[in-house]
């Protein structure tokens, strides 16, 4: 049994974490902070387990193994490295962390303290994604030439518990492009196989504003030009003004066809060929996210688990890259 703690247990823990930890065979929760400890009383009355005073007295139980670090984006890379030199293996969700130099301390902390460190991007683990995968590696659309990525909601507030750290900058640092972008940029480099090397970017605070009626301290949207190391080329958005209906697509167009993710109501993955023929892929509703499942099982076989600290760091880059380019109007090279 690998015995994991909490540290944050708002509502990516509530939803993700504890339930899929509790439901693998192979874990048993043992331990929760939060800085409001009665949320974190709760939800040890629900699992089991013991609460904390400070994350300190937790990482430093030597019973503990790994811990799923669910706090804001700025404590990231102080409690993950603090994680790290105690021994534990460490789950922690993304963005990695505010700057690229507090991404690859993490690694390096990780690296060498023998620990596996992986990030939470979940996309990748969908089984939509997975078949997409696969169908690309088998060439059904050819190489892929471009590509049209989109993700947009109406943002945190409608659904995290402490929705206002969203746009604090001095707590997250970034808006909707680490929130959401994150994801497709991920995305794109799994589904791809290729590594972003470029981008020209906008990173644009155009609707939210805070109680006061002030724009908000972040980015609400993002418009992305990736450059890949593969030859291919193509746009990601970002936003929290989606108010409508949620947009999540992603469209790949190749040399013998275009692949269309999420973009049908019909079926989750269409791919038209060159004589105008559609086959339509169905799947099961997904319950898990296979995030936790893939950290739990790196650690029993003592691999790197897919989304290592090191993966995660080329995304890392392509996000802080955006950043720039929109900062000074230029494309910026990224992972090169």
């Known amino acids: 049994m690998i015995k994991v703690a909490i540290i944050g247990c708002g509502k990516i823990a509530q939803v993700r974490h504890l339930p899929e930890y509790a439901a693998n065979p192979n874990v048993e929760l043992v331990g929760y902070y939060d800085l409001n400890r009665e949320r974190a009383e709760k939800v040890a009355a629900q699992y089991g387990g013991k609460v904390y005073d400070t994350y300190f007295d937790l990482l430093n139980n030597p019973a503990i193994d790994a811990v799923s670090i669910c706090v804001d984006n700025r404590s990231h890379a102080e409690i993950t490295t603090y ?59 050819g190489d892929v030439i471009t590509f049209r990525t989109v993700m947009g909601n109406a943002g945190p507030e409608g659904w995290s518990m402490d929705g206002n750290w969203f746009f604090d900058k001095k707590k997250a640092a970034m808006g909707a492009l680490s929130d959401l972008g994150i994801h497709k940029v991920d995305l794109l480099q799994y589904l791809t196989g290729q590594k972003v090397i470029s981008t020209t970017a906008k ?13 908000i301290g972040v980015d609400d949207n993002a418009l992305c030009i990736l450059r890949m190391n593969g030859g291919s080329a193509g746009t990601m958005a970002a936003s929290w003004t989606v108010y409508g209906q949620e947009s999540n697509s992603t469209c790949l167009f190749g040399t013998r066809g275009v692949m269309r993710i999420y973009n049908s109501l019909t079926a989750p993955i269409e791919v038209r060929d060159l004589n105008n023929t559609i086959t339509a892929y169905q799947f099961e509703h997904q319950t898990r996210s296979g995030v936790i499942d893939e950290f739990i099982d790196a650690l029993e076989h003592d691999r790197e688990p897919e989304v290592s600290g090191r993966e995660a760091l080329t995304t890392m880059r392509t996000i802080f890259g955006c950043i720039k380019s929109s900062e000074t109007g230029r494309t910026v090279s990224v992972n090169s």
């Open 83 to 141: 994680a790290l030199y105690a021994g534990k293996h460490v789950l922690c969700e993304k963005p990695m962390a505010i700057t690229l130099a507090e991404c690859e301390s993490m690694v390096a902390a990780a690296e060498f303290n023998g620990k596996h460190l992986m990030i939470g991007h979940n996309m990748r683990f969908d089984p939509v994604y997975r078949r997409a995968k696969k169908l690309l590696d088998e060439g059904v659309i």
């Open 203 to 215: 990173v644009l605070t155009l609707n939210k504003h805070d109680t006061e009626g002030r724009p």
